[in-house]
């Protein structure tokens, strides 16, 4: 079974500027979740969605947004980048429909800001 | 405000002794802990998982504690291996977060052949 899929890989965009990352959870499950990682702030929980419904948001500002399509397959979105949101951003898909259900993480996006 | 802490930033241990990794948590409304590991440009892969109506989970050579008491897990290796040198994050969730975790800021082992 194919695992969690993102992409890019990596990006390289300029202060100011937007981008989009891709998310495809693993086959099955509904749940998709987005978290930051970064060396001095660890690992952010971003956002969850559950059917096309952000079921969860984490202490992001409004220029974070995400949404998930009927395939369960998930975008994330930062307007206005700024040079504080270089960081790796990681997507995880669960089985489960709540809680008690391990994350599983794709390998992520590495976002360079300029 | 860090609920979930992982005092230590690194250990060191020779191969098939013991790796003890520690995680402590503040939030009583946290019921189910998770451990991850990650190695360099790839994301974290679940290793293993404990509910709070237990106190011990195995899965080979890893098993979790949890003292709910002192709000303290650990995660043991044995015997540990050289490709068990990574970063090592506990993680937790509650019920009213839905599939959100809350992680610790992860222990990086090295384990020497």
């Known amino acids: 079974k194919a695992g969690v899929t993102q992409t890019p890989r990596y990006l390289i965009k300029t202060r100011g500027q937007q981008v989009t990352l891709s998310c495809s959870p693993i086959s099955g499950h509904r749940s998709v979740s987005w978290y930051q990682q970064t060396p001095g702030q660890g690992l952010q929980f971003l956002f969850e969605?559950?059917?096309?419904?952000?079921?969860n948001k984490g202490n992001f500002p409004g220029r974070f947004s995400g949404r998930q399509f009927s395939n369960s397959r998930s975008e994330m979105n930062v307007s206005t980048l700024e040079l504080g949101d270089s960081a790796l951003y990681l997507c995880a898909s669960s089985l489960a429909d709540y809680y008690n259900s391990p994350l599983h993480f794709g390998n992520g996006t590495r976002l360079t800001v300029t | 405000d860090q609920q979930v802490k992982q005092n230590s930033p690194s250990l060191s241990v020779q191969e098939g002794r013991i790796s003890i990794l520690n995680c402590d948590y503040t939030?009583?409304?946290?019921?189910?802990f998770l451990w991850y590991k990650k190695y360099p440009a790839e994301g974290p892969t679940f290793l293993i998982s404990?509910?709070?109506?237990?106190d011990k989970n195995e899965d080979g050579r890893f098993t979790v504690f949890l003292n709910k008491s002192a709000k303290h897990l650990s995660l043991h290796i044995v015997p540990s291996q050289p490709g068990d040198s990574a970063v090592y994050f506990c993680?937790?969730?509650?019920?009213?977060?839905?599939?959100?975790?809350?992680f610790g800021e992860g222990t990086q082992l090295t384990v020497n052949p």
């Open positions: 969605y559950f059917s096309e419904t952000q079921r």
């Open positions: 939030n009583s409304m946290f019921d189910y």
């Open positions: 993680a937790a969730q509650g019920k009213t977060s839905g599939s959100r975790l809350t």
């Open positions: 404990i509910s709070s109506i237990k």
